[in-house]
């Protein structure tokens, strides 16, 4: 029923202001869990899903982000003459081919739904994925996998969302469901931030996204809402009724790495994830417990 995702949109045109001074000239996408930038896992993931184009949207400080997925020269050479063989065809392993990266600025930062919106011409006429690099995800399917699988089935807008404590509801964008069996949800609302005592649920969309070409349309004419901010939620609110919109409990754990805490949090779990460094790491947070 649905098509075949093939391209996915990365907004980081945000300033990461909860992460100054780290942030200051260097893009926040750029900060590591483990070894890897965040916008390296967020790539792979998309790879997993079967995804081909990579559309960054950024903003200015930001070349980084692009230098990262370049050849590079110097490194390269270099590694080969002193016979580094392994960390050159890790380096060489992940880097997408000639022409699978693109980037368009948004030149200010007006909101996500902006940003989004400035993908527009490198999507075209199709539905697309959209990953928010902060958000993070461990699990054994690739959480934008998963929204791909649902897709296929439900075709139409599919969005990854977790259950959080009430109190939280006013962080994030959350569901009005019509109905929902425990993993997938079909929604009739969505509202940004609410009060905890004004939320329709405590389902919360995460930076997962799969959205028909018609967000674009919508976007337009979107105004500036929470925040002073053009937002993804006021036009993916436009969508429901006229097309399927799912949320889906995918399975894994999310890490909110836009967020100190969260970040820290997913370097000890992606630490404890990975066979090379567990051990070692587990008797280092012993001892300082
Ligand atoms: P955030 O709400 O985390 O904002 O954006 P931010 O500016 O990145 O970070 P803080 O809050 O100042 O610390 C959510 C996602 O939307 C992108 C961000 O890059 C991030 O991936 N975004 C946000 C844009 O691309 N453009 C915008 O105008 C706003």
């Known amino acids: 029923m649905g098509h075949k995702i093939r391209k996915a949109v990365f907004p980081v045109a945000g300033l990461g202001t909860r992460f100054l001074p780290a942030t200051k000239a260097m893009p926040k996408e750029m900060l590591t869990v483990v070894d890897k930038p965040v916008i390296q896992y967020a790539l ?6 079967g995804i081909e184009d990579f559309i960054f ?5 930001k070349t980084a982000l692009e230098d990262h997925f370049d050849y590079s020269y110097e490194l390269q050479r270099t590694l080969e003459e002193r016979g580094k063989t392994e960390a050159l065809a890790l380096i060489k392993s992940w880097l997408p081919r000639p022409g699978q990266v693109a980037s368009v600025r948004q030149q200010l930062p007006l909101g996500l739904g902006h940003a989004v919106l400035c993908a527009k011409n490198l999507i075209g006429d199709e539905p697309f994925a959209v990953i928010l690099p902060d958000d993070l995800v461990l699990s054994k399917t690739p959480c934008m996998q998963q929204l791909v699988d649902v897709h296929e089935e439900t075709g139409g807008n599919v969005v990854a969302v977790v259950d959080v404590p009430r109190e939280d509801t006013k962080k994030y964008g959350i569901l009005d469901v019509s109905s929902d069996d425990g993993r997938l949800a079909s929604v009739r609302g969505l509202i940004e931030k609410p009060a905890p005592a004004e939320a329709p649920s405590t389902l919360s969309i995460i930076g997962r996204y799969i959205l028909t070409p018609t967000i674009f349309g919508h976007l337009e004419k979107t105004g500036k809402g929470a925040g002073g901010e053009i937002q993804l939620t006021d036009g993916m609110v436009k969508l429901l009724g006229a097309e399927p919109f799912h949320g889906l409990r995918f399975e894994g754990a999310r890490y909110d790495c836009g967020d100190k805490i969260g970040f820290l949090e997913a370097n000890i779990a992606f630490g404890l ?11 280092i947070i012993a001892a300082l417990a």
């Open 57 to 61: 949207v950024t903003g200015r400080n």
């Open 44 to 49: 792979e993931e998309a790879r997993a899903a």
């Open 273 to 283: 994830a990975r066979s090379d460094v567990a051990s070692e790491l587990r008797r």
